[in-house]
């Protein structure tokens, strides 16, 4: 029978990471550049001399996607323990009865509270909304969220396990 000192000793607090892309920018530019490029869809070749203008703008999208992902940046966050928890809840109290916190005051904070790469205050984190839009504040929020309320179980990695099962060699 395990000992709960050992199991205590191997435990850790949940973690969860998120990738953000900081550049608004380049996404507009590989909007854009699809819709051109879906404005070529009718093209037809002329003559041997034309090349196909989806070329192009298809090398254009891939260098924008690839900028794209070099501005992504992981933000990684740690479950709080039960006692951070229910102080950082105490500190957002619903505005009535019914609500349990405060939504609006909450989400931010918890999103500073487990924030340990990087590390962010109340502070970063109001600076930091005012430069994402809703959609990436929701993944900062969400990840946070996760790594508090839900459980940790052992994945299934399909795409790890279909290269595993091609393996022939016996590796």
Same mark, same amino acid.
């Given at each position: 029978?395990?000992?709960?000192?050992?199991?205590?000793?191997?435990?850790?607090p949940?973690?969860?990471?998120?990738?953000?892309?900081?550049?608004?920018?380049?996404?507009? &530019?590989?909007?854009?550049?699809?819709?051109?490029?879906?404005?070529?869809?009718?093209?037809?070749q002329?003559?041997?001399?034309?090349?196909?203008?989806?070329? &192009?703008?298809?090398?254009?999208i891939?260098?924008?996607?690839?900028?794209?992902?070099?501005?992504?940046?992981?933000?990684?966050?740690?479950?709080?323990?039960?006692?951070?928890?229910?102080?950082?809840?105490?500190?957002h109290?619903?505005?009535?009865?019914?609500?349990?916190?405060?939504? &609006?005051?909450?989400?931010?904070?918890?999103?500073?509270?487990?924030?340990?790469?990087?590390?962010?205050?109340?502070?970063?984190?109001?600076?930091?909304?005012?430069?994402?839009?809703?959609?990436?504040?929701?993944?900062?929020?969400?990840?946070?969220?996760t790594?508090?309320? &839900?459980?940790?179980?052992?994945?299934?990695?399909?795409?790890?396990?279909?290269?595993?099962?091609?393996?022939?060699?016996?590796?």
């Amino acid at each position: 029978m395990p000992d709960i000192k050992d199991i205590l000793a191997k435990a850790k607090p949940r973690e969860h990471t998120v990738r953000i892309c900081l550049a608004g920018d380049v996404a507009a &530019e590989v909007e854009r550049l699809e819709a051109d490029l879906a404005a070529t869809s009718s093209w037809q070749q002329q003559s041997l001399a034309e090349a196909n203008p989806g070329i &192009e703008i298809a090398e254009k999208i891939k260098d924008a996607r690839e900028r794209m992902q070099a501005a992504e940046v992981p933000f990684t966050f740690r479950a709080l323990g039960d006692k951070a928890w229910s102080d950082l809840v105490a500190e957002h109290p619903g505005k009535t009865p019914d609500e349990s916190w405060d939504d &609006e005051t909450l989400a931010p904070a918890l999103v500073a509270a487990c924030a340990v790469d990087p590390v962010m205050t109340p502070d970063d984190v109001a600076a930091l909304w005012e430069q994402l839009n809703l959609g990436q504040r929701q993944e900062l929020i969400n990840a946070a969220w996760t790594v508090n309320s &839900e459980g940790t179980t052992v994945p299934f990695a399909l795409h790890a396990s279909a290269i595993l099962a091609s393996l022939t060699d016996g590796k």
